[in-house]
């Protein structure tokens, strides 16, 4: 029986590397991602993810663990980025594909469709990528946190630290823009 994320982070807050080892290992690949949808570049989500999860452990002591563990990690993430950035950077390639080819990133083409369904939806999934690389970093945020995450208005709400109003209206800005640049593909 393995042991619940509250059970692992009571035990790190006590001082258990071994706990929030296994805390890491639950939601590295998440927060990889996640951080893609910030930084936008493979190179820098590694970095930022880890350095975060570093960060975290050095709070852990003040982490309440009747809340979730990934919208408190999300943003120390979040706000270690924008400190590390503030004179701000130009945007680099963002992709949805995973380095490596790790086949748990997008979806892929099930076994009963056909090759060109499959290479059709594969270039569509790029397209999509190169046209939310375009956006600025808080609408590709946001797109990835209700359509990647698939966390509810009120999780982005609490993740984000905003209203449930503002995540309404950014997600419907972020859905126009991206439908802006898609438009030729749709």
Known sequence: MTPSDRELLESAKKGDKDAFGDVVRRYMK????AALAICGNHSDAMDLSQEAFARAY?????????????PWYYRTMKNLWINRHRRGRGLRFFSLSPPHGDKGAIDLPSDDEGPFQAAEKSEMAEVLARKMALLDTDKREILYLRHFENLSYRRIAET???????????????????????EKYL
């Not at 998440?30 to 991602?33: I, K, L, P």
């Not at 050095?58 to 990934?70: K, L, N, Q, Y």
């Not at 449930?164 to 126009?176: D, I, K, N, P």
Request: without cysteine; charged residues 30%.
């Open 160 to 182: 984000l630290e905003i209203p449930e109003g503002t995540v309404m209206s950014r997600l419907f800005a972020a859905r126009a823009a991206l439908r802006n640049r898609m």
């Open 30 to 33: 998440r927060a990889y991602y």
């Open 58 to 70: 050095r709070g852990i002591r003040h982490f309440d663990t009747e809340r979730a563990f990934f």
